[in-house]
């Protein structure tokens, strides 16, 4: 079922401002047991080591820009690889914030 979110709260989660897309919300029947979904959706984030990564960890370079760096060789979140599902429809948003954090404060 289709479901919509106010922009503040997809703001507030830092969600994709570009996304037009149909949100959806969990439903229920007798084969999920009414939690709405069906199986198990894995999302998970991998950094690979990149050249230039290891060169900053070897320097002792802060987490910052570790992160800065890694985004630009091509790591994803794992929050961002939430949102990319709740846009293919496999989740809801709702899930993927329940089960992801956000940025540690002093990181």
């Known amino acids: 079922m289709e ?37 198990r959706l894995a999302i998970y984030e991998v950094c690979m080591l990149t050249a230039g990564l290891q060169e900053m960890v070897t320097a002792g370079r802060p987490y910052s820009a570790l992160k800065e760096q890694a985004i630009k060789d091509g790591f994803l979140p794992m929050r961002g690889y939430g949102y990319a599902k709740v846009m293919e429809g496999q989740t809801t948003l709702e899930e993927v914030v329940s089960v992801t954090t956000t940025e540690m404060e002093g990181t």
Request: net charge positive; charged share 25%; proline share 8%.
């Open 3 to 39: 479901t919509s979110y106010k922009p503040e709260y997809l703001r507030s989660v830092d969600f994709p401002a570009d996304y037009t897309g149909p949100f959806y919300e969990k439903g229920g029947c007798q084969a999920c047991r009414n939690s709405g979904y069906r199986g």
